[in-house]
Every structure is written in C-alpha cells, then in structure tokens.
C-alpha cells in the first residue's frame, strides 16, 4: 500500500515532529493546562490535517466536541457500508517530561534518528489519529469497502480518562452500535509483527505515612527508646510485599489465572527470549525476579505488583544530620491482575497496613486513584483469521499475543457498554519506545506496517458475520 508510505514519509512524520514540539501535558502534570493551550494547540493541528484529507470524502466530519470545563475531544465519523460502527481510539495528552534524555535528545525536541522519531508524545499516542486515517484513505483508495469508521481521540488519558465516560456517554446515540473497539495506544513485543494485547492490568496508589512523633530526635540521644518511624515502614511494606521475590503478600490481590492466558504467555515468550529482559537495560550481572520467561510475562500481566514510587521525611544525605525522624511517607503504587475490582484490592492493603502497627506508631493509608484492569472477551473466528493474515501480509510473520503491564482505563469501560463488541488493541509502544521515560520514539517503519495491518482489520470487517 504505497499510499500508507507516502503519507507517513510526507505528511504524517513531519507533522508529529511539530506535535513533538508542543508540551501538552495532560491535566495531571500541568493543572493549568487551559490556560497554556498547548492541548488546544495540538488539537487543532490534528483537526486541520484531518480535514483537509477528508474533505473529499462524502459525509465525513471532523468535529472538536467540548463539555464544559474538561479537556477538548476529537470525533471524526467517516460513513462506510453495512450496520455497525467501528470505534477507533487514541489519545493527544502528553506524560510529562522526565529526566534522563541522552545528549541531543529531548522530550520537546524532534530528532529523526535511524528511521526513529524521538521526542514525547508522538508514539504515546500522538501516531494515532494519523495512522487510523491513513488506514481508511488506503481503503477507499483501492477501492475496498469499510464499515462506518467513528474515530474518537482524547486529551486525557495520561491522566486516567476521567473525562471521556462524559463524552462516551454524550455520543453515545451517534456511535451506534459499536461492534469493533481498535484501540491504537498499546504495545508490541517486537517490531516483528502485528502484536494483540489481551488484558489490561488494573491500578491503584496510596500514601502510606507513618509517623512517631511531632519533631525529630537527636538519634544519638533517642535511638534504641522512641521507635524509628522508617522502620515501621519497612515493617509494613514487608507485610504487603516480600522483597526478596517482589510476590505481593496479601491473597485478596491473587486471581487464579485462565489456562488460555497462561498458554500464550508461554507462547509470547517464547517468541521474546532474552529480549523480553534486555529491552529494561538492567546492569550488567543485575538478574530479573524469575529466570523463566513465562513466569516474568506472567508476573507483568496477570500478578499483583507493588512499586515505591515516592518518599517523604528524610533529608538529602548530603545534608542529614544525626537525627532520628519524626515521620515519613511513601507513595504506593499497585498493579493488580486484569479480572480483580480496584475498589475492593485498595481496601484489602488499607486494611492489611493499617492493622495492629508495628510499636503503635501512627500509620494511614490514604488510597488515591484506582482503576480495574480488563481482560479481552473471546475472539470471534473471523477476527483471529484477519489478524493472522495481516500479520503475514505486512510481517511474514503470525502475530503475537500478550497482555500489558500498563492500563488504559477505557477499555474497561468500552467492554461494560458494548458487551458484544470485539476488541484489537495495539500499539507502536515495542522495546525501547519508553513511552513516559526518557527517549520515547516512534518506530517509523512499524507504524507504517501497522497502519496497513489496521486497513486489512478494518476492510475484513466490512465482510465478516457479526454473529459468528
Ligand atoms: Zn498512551
């Protein structure tokens, strides 16, 4: 499909390397993100391209749909044959800058490097809209027939989608019935073929303080009587979490997990190898938590995690002194397997570190933000038969199947409202991308193999039983 090529080359690649340049972070990481604009900015770059490629096109609209004070929404409905709407899906947010960016790099600075787009945003998930429309102008192109295409991109998932339920529920009646979601804002084992994420780690943080007395203590004179307030903490992270295996303590957080999962992670891991640990940059001589592949790709996708991810109440060494603190806090973050409420898991560890603390120091967990993680429904035959030949068309290779460490709160939404929908969720995000750290690129030859993996999903689609 030389259409596909040629818009990425001329068109697709150098307006990312603009989007590159606008810090739209999501709401989270900048609060005032309506006034800067940046969001707007970008909105209306991708506007303007959407519609000046789709203006040929009978009945296609590009729209900004805005509710109130919440961040803007792109919907684009693209009219095609027979019932049922296919619902394309991707963000424009931004994760925040992060340190760490190798020399000449930056996360607001597009540099083109071995067929890789570097800066951040344009693989998490600015490629999105671009490659869904090329997709569909490759179609109407050959002259292939589609289904109705509705594509919606937001500008809040970096910050947990809290706005799109609003406007999911607003356009509710022009979708229609949905009956494919193709979420373009996963990841890829490799850039060897058409990768399918199956499941969807849920989510939750809290803070955890702990805390002994009102002010700190000459530890010269106090150590060995007033009880250390960081050692409570180690106590309690321990209950939660071994940190000799990194295997969280508590079984409210275990689900048994489904043969068929368990199958294709043996299968996914086989594919990776070695590179399914490489790709982390681990120090050399620094081992993974398991030396059995499909025990680590089960561990990131269907076991509960714990990570540390903040701390509060000790000083800079270089500026300690002898003293024994008064409080501290840590910031908690859970990964929970795909199939277990949010809700309910946070209490259980609220219970399991709050309970009997260790020498009666004060200990609160306050839970913040929890999403559930989603589990793929079964694939419809017709849909297993399109992916494995696009694989093999634009690959020469079969497609892998892996579920994702990460979440995208929307899924899970999708599957309640359209229980009878069928699911592609994919993504460029494939070993080095580092999506939210330093570095992020684009993998330009994947995106444009993928594109015309999305086309051959999406023209299957037009042909495909519904009810099969
Ligand atoms: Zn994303």
Known sequence: MRLIDRTWDEEIVPLLADYVRIPAKSPDFDPDWAAHGYIDQAVAMFVAWAKTKLAAVAGASVEIVRLDERTPL????????????????????????????????????????????????????????????????????????????AIMIEACEESGSPDLPHYVEALADRLGEVFLVVCLDSGAGDYDRLWLTTSLRGLFSGTLSVSGMANGLHSGDASGVAPSSFDGLRVLLNRVEDPQTGKVRVDDLHVPIPEARVKQAGAAAEILGAALVKRFGLHAGVRPLSDQPRELVLNRTWRPTMVTIGFAGLPDPKGAGNVLEPGVAAKLSFRLPPTLDAGSAAAAVKQVLEQDPPHGLRVKFEIGDAATGWDAPAMAPWLERSIAAASQAEFGAPPGYMGEGGSIP????????????????????????????????????????????????ISDAHAAPRDE
């Open 74 to 149: 792109i919907f684009i409905d693209i009219p095609g044959e027979g019932a049922g709407t296919i619902l394309l899906y991707g963000h424009l947010d931004k994760q925040p800058e992060m340190t760490g960016w190798s020399e000449g790099l930056g996360p607001w600075q597009p540099v083109i490097r071995d067929g890789k787009l570097y800066g951040r945003g344009c693989a998490d998930d600015g490629y999105a809209m671009f490659g869904a429309i090329t997709a569909l102008l490759a179609l109407k192109q050959e002259g292939k027939p589609h289904p109705r295409c």
């Open 410 to 457: 929307f899924m899970g939404m999708l599957g309640a409202r359209y229980p009878k929908a069928q699911f592609v969720i994919t993504g460029v995000l494939g070993p080095g991308s580092n999506a939210h750290g330093p570095d992020e690129f684009l993998h330009i030859p994947f995106a444009k193999k993928l594109t015309a993996a999305i086309a051959r999903i």
